[in-house]
């Protein structure tokens, strides 16, 4: 079965510094992977993914993660926070075949916080 | 171009009534799901149609169906609204295959008293 779990509901940074948000998974086959963001009263926005290939992946807004499959995890990092970062992040789980194909099993999230 | 669409944007029922909740995908997307997402919560999975026909269900109820259209617009219906069913309603869309990115729509609000 696959699950996400999402290390901490909430994550407080300061504007400038380092913003590291955990995801482990559990995945019965290859997994893809995912980080969506969420603000106030909207749905979800992609930010990266990973299928196959290089492991480091970048997506928008600065943010990047790393696939790590001896570990089963994916954690999101930014250099340098910013205050438009604030907002809800979501780590998502996809499975590349299998009866399941194309579904996305979500974690429970991470607030993110930015102070000035 | 417009992104997903989904209407209404909030809904207010009763307990035991029925809702219908819609969404236009992206142009050329062929395939829409559905995902529930209860407050504090992540979403989940409740259904996906790609090519008009129903490829996944989720753990949800009978009291869920869903449809898709000749024009790939979708509708998500559910009877005998419960309060439990409270909940922000998701649709995303993705172009191909069932394992191409999916894109979000704003959602649904819906609010059962």
Redesign the interface.
Known sequence: AQSVTQLGSHVSVSEGALVLLRCNYSSSVPPYLFWYVQYPNQGLQLLLKYTTGATLVKGINGFEAEFKKSETSFHLTKPSAHMSDAAEYFCAVSEGRGSTLGRLYFGRGTQLTVWP | DAG?TQSPTHLIKTRGQHVTLRCSPISGHK?V?W?QQVL??????IF?Y?EKEE??R?NFPDRFSARQFPNYSSELNVNALLLGDSALY?C?S?FG???????????TRLLVL
């Open positions: 997903v395939s799901s995902y504090g919560q992540g979403p989940q999975f996906q790609y490829r996944g989720g998701l995303a993705s295959s069932l394992q191409e990115t999916q894109y979000f729509g704003p959602g």
